[in-house]
């Protein structure tokens, strides 16, 4: 069921994240510890998004294992950045296997990252999907529930919602329709993180001066929390705030 993460913080090569630690993305995608809902690998495509120093960011990303890419260890070692969001991808069965649906998604400042699965997929959702604007139905990246969810929260943010406001919003109102969906979303600007826990696991690691938001640890290092079910972690590189889901509407 996907892994992801996303880092803030001093600037830190790729492969900090995707290769060197212990249990690195890398890993996650062939040796996943926590897989709920099915899946035992995260072989159907992998994605990294980055902030250059001067803007961005910069997207990366294939249908293949992320295991499989011989170009992107050299890649990630001599690229360096403050703010990365990574995932790879499991496909959940009769969602197609491509690079368009392979996180993150990208529009302007915004990376985003959906871990988990929509219940009833699509009937649940039309109705939700009915409020979209058509263009914006007809460019989906891909005939998944994360390129739909990505769609929802996008809508929001453009109306001006607060990062918080239009992930929480977006998480209630699937919830609502398609209950028992997995719903762990992750939206960076490159300053501001916010990630939801629900249905997988998620932990995050701070250290004052960054943080790192991660479906699983990345080592052993005992500052890793694991975010409670039905949280919503709301991080820049200095500063952390978990809080329930429910409580996220009113921004
Ligand atoms: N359902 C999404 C997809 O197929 C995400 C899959 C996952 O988290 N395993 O793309």
């Keep these: 069921m996907c892994r992801h993460l996303a880092y803030l913080g001093p600037p ?14 890398a890993r996650q995608s062939w040796a996943p510890v926590d897989m709920r809902g ?5 072989a159907d495509g992998f994605g990294v998004g980055w902030y250059p120093a001067d803007g961005g960011p910069v997207r990366y990303r294939r249908d293949v294992p992320l295991w499989a890419d011989a170009t992107l260890p050299a890649l990630a070692a001599a690229t360096v950045s403050g703010a ?10 009769g969602m197609p296997v491509v690079e368009t649906a392979a996180a993150p998604f990208v529009e302007g400042r915004w990376l985003f990252s959906h871990n988990g699965v929509v219940r009833g997929w699509p ?10 604007p058509t263009r914006d ?8 529930d994360s390129a739909l969810l990505w769609a929802l929260v996008r ?5 001006g919602a607060a990062p918080a406001a239009a992930v929480g919003d977006t ?10 969906s997995r719903l762990n979303l992750l939206l960076t600007d490159g300053r501001t993180a916010v990630a939801t826990a629900r249905g997988h696991a998620l932990s995050t690691r701070t250290d004052g001066r960054s943080v790192l938001i991660a479906s699983e640890p990345l080592d052993d290092d005992p500052a890793w ?27």
């Design 12 to 25: 830190l090569s790729l492969a900090a994240l995707l290769y060197d630690p212990p249990h690195a993305l």
């Design 84 to 93: 990365v969001l990574a995932a790879v991808r499991s496909a959940t069965v």
């Design 155 to 159: 809508h929001r943010l453009r109306a």
């Design 171 to 180: 998480v209630r109102a699937v919830g609502e329709l398609a209950p028992d």
């Design 225 to 251: 929390k694991p975010v409670p079910a039905d949280h919503l972690v709301v991080a820049t590189a200095d500063d952390l705030r978990i809080e329930p889901i429910e409580g996220t509407s009113a921004a």
């Design 123 to 132: 009937d649940s959702v039309v109705p939700l999907a009915r409020g979209l």
């Design 137 to 144: 139905l007809l460019t989906l990246d891909a005939p998944t």
């Design 38 to 42: 099915g899946g035992t690998v995260n």
